[in-house]
């Protein structure tokens, strides 16, 4: 009899409807709005360590030759966009157009990069990459292996490629600016 009185319980329990306090309090730990928050359940507060911890080592990396990472961002979207407009480098980095413009022309006049206006709508001015932006991303590439390297230290390709998916869906579920 007891066992029985158990499943019906176990039965009970299973198909009842879940409350929205029920669900409020599974998920409220990761909501700021919730009594329930906990910072270390907030996955933002990964990614703003995360990025604080990355932004801190690859300062150091760059300044042994020089760079800085606004630099370093727009070298390497250059490098695999190409030429690109002042405006998709801004898009691609998330950052105003007026701080992309000013760190272009300073690598401008490092010699890291050209600017042109484009050839079919002389508004746009069009970046490209110089022969020192070409050494600059060399030199990138070997000061800052390391790093790369043991960022993702026992994390698999298929792990990292479902982070991207993930971070990729947060990304484009946020408000743009």
């Known amino acids: 009899m007891p066992h029985r ?16 306090t029920t669900r409020k309090s599974r998920r409220g730990r990761f909501n700021p709005g919730s009594d329930e928050f906990e910072k270390e359940e907030f996955p933002f507060y990964w990614l703003a360590r995360v ?13 042994k030759i020089g760079l800085d990472i606004p630099r370093w961002r727009v070298l ?33 006049d490092d010699g890291l990069v050209d600017t042109r206006a484009r050839s079919d709508d002389g508004r746009v001015t069009e970046v490209i990459i110089t022969d020192a932006g070409q050494q600059a991303i060399e030199a990138i590439q070997v000061v800052t292996e390391d790093l790369f390297r043991q960022s993702f230290k026992g994390i ?22």
């Open 5 to 20: 009185i158990c499943e019906h319980l176990y039965i009970h329990y299973v198909n009842a409807p879940m409350t929205k």
């Open 51 to 63: 990025h604080g911890r990355y932004t801190l080592a690859m300062e150091k990396a760059l300044k």
């Open 76 to 108: 390497f979207i250059l490098k695999q966009e190409g030429v690109s407009s002042i405006t998709e480098i801004a898009e691609h980095a998330v950052a105003k157009l007026p701080t992309i413009t000013r760190i272009i022309y300073r690598m401008k």
């Open 156 to 177: 698999t390709d298929a792990q990292i490629s479902r982070l991207n998916r993930m971070l990729e869906l947060l990304f484009n579920n946020l408000p743009e600016h």
